[in-house]
T-cell receptor
Framework: NAGVTQTPKFQVLKTGQSMTLQCAQD?????MSWYRQDPGMGLRLIHY???????DQGEVPNGYNVSRSTTEDFPLRLLSAAPSQTSVYFC??????????FGPGTRLTVL | GNSVTQMEGPVTLSEEAFLTINCTYT??????LFWYVQYPGEGLQLLLK?????DKGSNKGFEATYRKETTSFHLEKGSVQVSDSAVYFC???????????FGTGTSLTVIP
C-alpha cells in the first residue's frame, strides 16, 4: 500500500516550457486535489476532482490543467511555465471522513 | 465564505514547555476540523481531527477541541519535545462545499 505517490520530486524548467506532474493513489479514494505551497501563504488549492471524469477549479487554477481518467491518477499539467509557478506542489487524496493523505511533494523551479 | 485564521509564527519553545497554537475559522455548514503536521522535506500528515462541536481530537499528546461558540480549534500540548519541531496547519473540512481550506501554517522549533 503505497498511499499517494508523486513524480518527479524535483524539476527545473525554463519559462515557456510545459510539463506534467504525476500523482497516483492506491486507496480507491474518489476525491483528489492539487495544492501549491508558498512561503507565508500556506496551501492553496489549484484543482480538485470528486471522481473519474469530474474536475473543478480551486483558488489558483490559472496556468494549470488537470484530467481524471481513472480513480487512481490525477496529473497536473503546466501549459507554459512562468517564474510565478515556482513552488512546492502537493497532491492529496481524501477519504470518506474528509481526512486528506498527501504525497511527498514536487519542488518546481521555473527559470 | 469559508476560511481559517491561524496564529502567526515562528514559535520557539524550550523542551517540556506548554504549547498553544491558535486557530479560528469561518464556515458554512458544520465541517470537520483538522490539524496537520509537516516535517522538513515531507508532505503533510494528519495529526488529529474533530468531526462535530465539543469533540476533542487527540494524538501523540496533542489535543484540540472543536468550539462552535468561539469558532476555534486551538492546538495544545502539555510538554513539547525536540521531535515536535515542525510546521502545523489548521484545516477545515468540506462541510456543505467541495473544497478544503488551510491556515497559513505555524512553524514550531523546540530547543533542548
Amino acid at each position: 500500500n503505497a498511499g499517494v505517490t508523486q513524480t518527479p520530486k524535483f524539476q527545473v524548467l525554463k519559462t515557456g516550457q510545459s510539463m506534467t506532474l504525476q500523482c497516483a493513489q492506491d486507496m480507491n479514494h474518489e476525491y483528489m486535489s492539487w495544492y501549491r505551497q508558498d512561503p507565508g501563504m500556506g496551501l492553496r488549492l489549484i484543482h480538485y476532482s470528486v471522481g473519474a471524469g469530474i474536475t473543478d477549479q480551486g483558488e489558483v487554477p490559472n496556468g494549470y490543467n488537470v484530467s481524471r481518467s481513472t480513480t487512481e491518477d490525477f496529473p497536473l499539467r503546466l501549459l507554459s511555465a512562468a517564474p510565478s509557478q515556482t513552488s512546492v506542489y502537493f497532491c492529496a487524496s481524501t477519504d470518506s471522513t474528509d481526512t486528506q493523505y498527501f504525497g511527498p511533494g514536487t519542488r518546481l523551479t521555473v527559470l | 465564505g469559508n476560511s481559517v485564521t491561524q496564529m502567526e509564527g515562528p514559535v520557539t519553545l524550550s523542551e517540556e514547555a506548554f504549547l498553544t497554537i491558535n486557530c479560528t475559522y469561518t464556515a458554512t455548514g458544520y465541517p470537520s476540523l483538522f490539524w496537520y503536521v509537516q516535517y522538513p522535506g515531507e508532505g503533510l500528515q494528519l495529526l488529529l481531527k474533530a468531526t462535530k462541536a465539543d469533540d476533542k481530537g487527540s494524538n501523540k499528546g496533542f489535543e484540540a477541541t472543536y468550539r462552535k461558540e468561539t469558532t476555534s480549534f486551538h492546538l495544545e500540548k502539555g510538554s513539547v519535545q525536540v521531535s515536535d519541531s515542525a510546521v502545523y496547519f489548521c484545516a477545515l473540512g468540506r462541510g456543505t462545499g467541495n473544497q478544503f481550506y488551510f491556515g497559513t501554517g505555524t512553524s514550531l522549533t523546540v530547543i533542548p
